[in-house]
C-alpha cells in the first residue's frame, strides 16, 4: 500500500477540502505556498506515465474540479504541478496534482 492510498482510506489522517467518489483533495503537510492541496485519484495510478483509456477520466475528473477547490480555498490563481518519477521530484509514487497559490508565484517553475 502506498501513503495516499492509507489516505484515501482512512489509515493515515489528512485535512481534506474535498471529496467525492472519484477523487480526494488535501492539504499539504509541507505548504510551499499559502494555500497547497494535494489532488488525487481514488484508484492507485503510479504516475503520469500510468494513464491510459481506462483511469484517464479520473483525470479529466480532477481538472473538472480544480477551479472548485481553487475557490473554496479563496483563490482564482494558482498553479498546478505534477512530477512524474523520482527523478522529477516524485516523492509518493501515487498520481498526484499539487494546487499552489495564495501569493504571487512568478513566472519561473523552479
Known amino acids: ?33 499559502p494555500v497547497h492541496i494535494v489532488i488525487v485519484p481514488k484508484t492507485h495510478i503510479d504516475c503520469a506515465n500510468g494513464i491510459n483509456e481506462e483511469n484517464s477520466k479520473y483525470v479529466a475528473h480532477i481538472f473538472e474540479k480544480i ?7 479563496g483563490i482564482e490563481s494558482y498553479r498546478i504541478i505534477n512530477n ?10 501515487h498520481l498526484h496534482f499539487h494546487l499552489v497559490g495564495g501569493v504571487k508565484l512568478g513566472e519561473k517553475i523552479i
Open 84 to 93: 512524474c518519477g523520482e527523478d522529477a521530484g516524485q516523492s509518493v509514487m
Open 1 to 33: 500500500m502506498c501513503l495516499f492510498c492509507d489516505i484515501i482510506d482512512g489509515k493515515i489522517p489528512s485535512t481534506k477540502v474535498f471529496e467525492d467518489d472519484m477523487i480526494l483533495a488535501f492539504k499539504d503537510i509541507n505548504p510551499v505556498a
Open 67 to 73: 477551479p472548485e477547490i481553487a475557490k473554496s480555498q
